[in-house]
């Protein structure tokens, strides 16, 4: 059983930055694919980023494209989200999701683990 959780979100300024982590944990992750999404309050919850456990595979939704970077530790079973000049509209839970790398990556339906959540607040 894949255990997921998520850290680092918090209170922050418009133009402001967060690292999140995901720590992960349990069956080898060689054929997964680990994503962010966000939940806003009201809204559906939509995909953020997404890299490849193994390989070079990164996905982007186009509006956090140049501001946030995901990446992995495989030897921490760690994935990032960096997230630079933070907008207002970037206020959301944050979940970190893991998935087969042959389903589409973009889907939360393609994902079958889930962590808790954590919350980040952009203020104006």
């Known amino acids: 059983q894949v255990q997921l959780v998520e850290s680092g979100g918090g209170l922050v300024e418009a133009g402001g930055s967060l690292r999140l982590s995901c720590a992960a944990s349990g069956p080898t992750f060689s054929s997964y694919r680990i994503a962010w999404f966000r939940q806003a309050p009201g809204k559906e919850r939509e995909f953020g980023a997404a890299i490849n456990w193994i390989g070079s595979s990164i996905y982007y939704r186009d509006s956090v494209k140049c501001r946030f970077t995901i990446s992995r530790d495989i030897a921490k079973n760690t994935v990032y989200l960096q997230m630079n000049s933070l907008k207002p509209e970037d206020t959301a839970v944050y979940y970190c999701?893991?998935?087969?790398?042959?389903?589409?990556?973009?889907?939360?339906?393609?994902?079958?683990?889930w962590g808790q959540g954590t919350q980040v607040t952009v203020s104006s």
């Open positions: 999701a893991v998935g087969s790398v042959y389903a589409y990556w973009a889907s939360k339906d393609s994902y079958q683990f």
